[in-house]
């Protein structure tokens, strides 16, 4: 049965990707994994595009609006059916993800790491950005995210596990995305990721790493536009996807993912899934 980990650097434009991940492209260049590029959901707002990637429904659907506006969806999920098949969930995520598909509000004792065996999340590992701003990102290091997904994954058996991360995010909305810093910031994200990429391969795990949305040039996103919208999607995995010049759209996320692990895909997921396996 297929094991995936799901991950998401949140905020990153395509052409940073396909420019500046040396390690993502030396693997598509090898043919160990393949890259398309993928269109969000409007707005492209973080937590409208968090909870239509794991809902399948547009923002239009699942009425998040904007990044104010966070609590439980009311709509099956991919944790959700997971669950129900049998499978073992974790996520490393900003606390929105705990409170969209588990419980809201968040209460930063009680939630901030949980193991709960009748899910849908089974193994919950949050953080909250608490206190961040333009002059302060309260990001947490990123080397210290994967290597808790790394333990959920080799202690506790999840066979699905999501990973999000602001740091890229946060440094775009902060330096703009022509610049040393960013340009820098995107090299050592994918020099902390390789080594965790290749050790969950060697473990039996397909591997997805992408993004919610993209930046424009001034760092905004939320609306409509190539470089707000659009961002890459990598996959090391055997499943056959479409030709590498096709537009993936982000509602078909939650119906691949499901299909990809075997799972019943429900009828509020309306996207075709793009990768067969």
């Not at 969000?40 to 809902?55: D, R």
């Not at 669950?83 to 900003?94: C, E, I, L, N, Q």
């Not at 919208?229 to 010049?245: I, R, T």
Request: aromatic share 12%; proline share 5%.
């Amino acid at each position: 049965m297929t094991k995936l980990l799901f991950i998401i650097l949140d905020g990153v434009p395509y052409r940073n990707w396909r420019r500046l991940f040396g390690n993502l492209e030396g693997w598509v260049q090898s043919g160990e994994a393949r890259v398309w590029k993928m269109r969000s959901v409007l707005p492209s707002t973080s937590a409208c595009c968090y909870a239509s990637i794991h809902t399948g429904v547009p923002p239009q659907v699942h009425g998040i609006w904007d990044n104010a506006d966070i609590r439980r969806l009311e709509f099956p999920d991919i944790f959700s059916e997971l669950s129900k098949a049998g499978r073992k969930t974790g996520a490393v995520t900003h606390s929105y993800w705990s409170e969209f598909f588990n419980r809201a509000p968040f209460d930063v004792v009680r939630d901030i790491e949980y193991d709960e065996p009748e899910g849908p999340i089974t193994h919950g590992r949050f953080h909250t950005m608490a206190g961040y701003g333009h002059a302060n990102q309260m990001t947490p290091s990123d080397y210290d995210l994967f290597g808790t997904l790394t333990r959920l994954a080799e202690v506790k058996g999840i066979d699905y596990g999501i990973l999000h991360t602001c740091t890229l995010d946060s440094m775009g909305h902060r330096f703009f995305h022509d610049c040393e810093e960013m340009d820098h910031a995107c090299y050592a994200m994918d020099a902390t990721l390789a080594p965790f990429i290749h050790r969950w391969r060697k473990a039996g795990y397909e591997v997805i790493v992408t993004a919610d949305h993209g930046q424009d040039a001034r760092g905004h996103h939320g609306g409509r536009g190539e470089d707000q919208q659009d961002f890459a999607f990598y996959y090391f995995g055997a499943a056959k996807g479409p030709d590498a010049d096709v537009l993936l759209d982000q509602l078909a996320l939650a119906p691949t993912i499901l299909k990809l692990m075997g799972a019943p895909v429900p009828e509020t997921m309306k996207a075709k899934p793009f990768l067969v396996g």
